[in-house]
């Protein structure tokens, strides 16, 4: 689904005000984040934006992540929500987002959930993945699995824009977790997924990551101190090295990719003021 005139660049600029309410808070109460993702992509090939994109990407050391969850409900301005697992129970998603109040991005995936949908930026926790290569794969497909079983218990449907077969087989595993775990509670299953993300955080590794997508991950010098970079009119915190992890996550990045490609998330209710 193609965005009308006018609406990606105010997305953009909703998901901009975002990141700055969200970067106010890290500087005053000296909370690390780190952009990640397309977003760093964008600031670099593009100065800001990535021309297609809808969204903002940040990262968080596990410390830092806890230290905003537990900081920021008290401390974002009334047009912000921060939707996590601990804000509102009934959300699919492990990892935080804040959202801007009185705004809807329903995406088709979850528009039946009683959540937030506004528009939003995502944080994703950032944890200790081991050096070993089948360790680190162990430790991604039992995330993973853990993962799919906290969406299951809040959600029947498939994340697609593509309807093939693949996503049919995905969808029946989806429904059958749905109806399997009806007796096994969502904190339950919240505390196994908390606890296995952690699993190598007391370890030394040269890796952190979001462990479920292995290719967010960033070496962890890189970010033991941080640099600023320009995204559109502002100045925000990135990791070190920046080629070097740009390039293992995109190849040849500043190559813009074929126009099939350019994919975002449009939703399927979009509204700029709303008071849902």
């Known amino acids: 689904m193609l965005y009308k005139k006018d609406e990606l660049k105010k997305v953009q600029i909703v998901a ?4 700055k309410e969200v970067a106010r808070i890290c500087d005053q109460e000296n ?17 800001g934006f990535i021309p297609w994109d809808d969204d903002i990407d940040i990262g968080m050391t596990r410390e830092n992540y806890e230290k905003f969850l537990r900081i920021s409900p008290g401390k974002l301005g009334k047009d912000y929500f921060l939707q996590h697992y601990s804000t509102e ?10 959202r801007m109040n009185n705004t809807l991005f329903v995406e088709d995936y979850c528009k039946d959930l009683p959540i937030h949908h506004g528009i939003f930026l995502d944080i994703f926790p950032y944890d200790n993945i081991p050096d070993n290569i089948a360790l680190r794969e162990n430790h991604r497909r039992k995330v993973k699995f853990y993962s799919e079983l ?5 959600m029947k449907d498939v994340f697609t824009s593509v309807k093939s077969f693949c996503w049919a087989m995905k969808l029946i595993v989806r429904r059958s977790l749905y109806l399997a775990l009806f007796c096994i509670s969502k904190q339950v299953l919240f505390r196994i997924l908390d606890k296995a993300n952690r699993k190598y955080n007391t370890v030394e590794c040269q890796y952190v990551n979001y462990v479920k997508y292995p290719f967010l991950k960033i070496r962890k010098e890189s970010i033991t101190s941080l640099e600023k970079i320009v995204f559109e009119d502002t100045v925000f915190s990135c990791c070190k090295n920046l080629n070097e ?18 994919v975002n998330h449009r939703p399927v209710i979009i509204e700029f003021s709303s008071s849902k």
Not at 34 to 41: E, K, S, V
Not at 150 to 154: A, E, L, P, Q, R
Not at 245 to 262: A, V
Request: aromatic content about 16%; overall charge positive; cysteine-free.
């Open 150 to 154: 906290f969406i299951s218990k809040s």
């Open 245 to 262: 992890y740009l390039s293992d996550h995109f190849g040849n990045y500043m190559k813009l990719p074929e126009p099939e490609k350019r």
């Open 31 to 47: 909370i690390s984040y780190f952009i990640i993702g397309g977003t760093a992509l964008g600031a670099v090939r593009h100065g």
């Open 16 to 19: 901009l005000t975002i990141l």
């Open 89 to 98: 129970s009934v959300t699919p998603f492990y990892f935080a987002k804040v």
